[in-house]
């Protein structure tokens, strides 16, 4: 493969394929690829189904070099000829010279205001397989004086391709599977939650957020947007919205957690929690950038079985439960009950086992979640 050493060809694949359990490595896979196929560094891009950028990762460059590249459109291919890459076939390995004429490249802006300003002035791009409605790419960049790639570093890039795919897929299976887990831990308690993307739209939802939505009391989802029920509530909300994911009115791009007041459709209290999803937790696999709860006022009832049915604790278990929850010890417990305290522990084991919680003072906060 040309000049390239079986070394740097190996050190490359490693960094791939811990990429997705040590982030860094992306940014060390990039930089390898960067430099095995002759170039000095290369970029990770992934745009969904309107041109939205999801993923921009470019090691090396200046953030103002990205931003610069993002503000201008370039994922936009009437914009960046390079762009369009994004939509051939998987596998393709493709030059500047595929898409665009030499001279048409000079006459353009984006090449001679950003490509040749940020050491991009020539590009080699591999087209990755597509996620759904998600694309990506893998694309090398090279200086002038790099000059337009050679054959030998478009078949070194074409050996590489597959283990840039397989830690991308390998990513996007990790992440979907934090996702779920996620969401599953917030349906454990009931919580009405919806995960939502950089543009405010709804992606995940939990079982209860689900139940909600589609009871249309408090909130519901048209258009794939959150909104609130009550026309006049909506403003506040999307304006919640708007904060948690760094689009506030004024313009900062700030984020911040939010929370407000809603009323449900028989005028009872509603409160929505908003907050931002810290950036990269599930990168590569949804454009996740904040979560929102909405907590209903509870109906009363037996707080021993409303234990019981969140956790699967016995009658038994949920009242020891509630009796460390206040404080009280193993013994006391004991001889409020008049048993003994090891079968007042044998209880408490079993009580942590089911709460999953790793001693009895965090008890505590389980049960506050349930107003208890």
Known sequence: MGGLSRDHFDQTVAAFA??????????EGLRLLGEACGGWTAQLLTVDKK???????????????????ERRGGAIPHVNPRAATLFAPAGSITSDDDVLARDAQERLPVYREIFDRFG???????????????????????TRRQDHPQRADMEVMAALMPHVQAALTMQGRLNDRDLRVALDSLDLIDLAAFLCDSSGRVIARTRAGQALAAAGDVVRVQQGMLQAAIGRQDGPLQA??????GRADDGSGHVCHATIGLTDA???PCRVDIAPVPPGQFHFSVDAACI?????????????L???????????????????????????????RGVSSETVRVQVRAVLRKTDVPKATALAAIIGRFNL
Not at 18 to 27: E, L, T
Not at 52 to 67: E, F, H, K, S, T
Not at 306 to 335: C, K, R
């Open 18 to 27: 811990a990429a997705p359990f040590q982030p860094d490595q992306w940014d």
């Open 51 to 69: 041109g939205g950028i999801c993923v921009n990762r470019l090691p090396l460059m200046p953030d103002d070099a990205i931003d610069e590249w």
């Open 120 to 142: 991009a002035r020539f590009m080699m791009v591999g087209t990755l397989r597509p996620d759904g409605d998600r694309r990506s790419v893998a694309g090398v960049l090279r």
């Open 240 to 245: 919640a919205l708007r904060r948690a994911i």
């Open 266 to 268: 028989a005028g009872r």
């Open 292 to 304: 929102a709860t909405v907590t209903q006022p509870r109906p009363v009832g037996d707080p021993r």
């Open 306 to 336: 409303l234990l019981a049915q969140a956790y699967g604790l016995t009658p038994t278990e949920a009242s020891v439960a509630l009796d460390l929850a206040q404080g009280m010890t193993a013994s006391e417990i004991a001889a409020q």
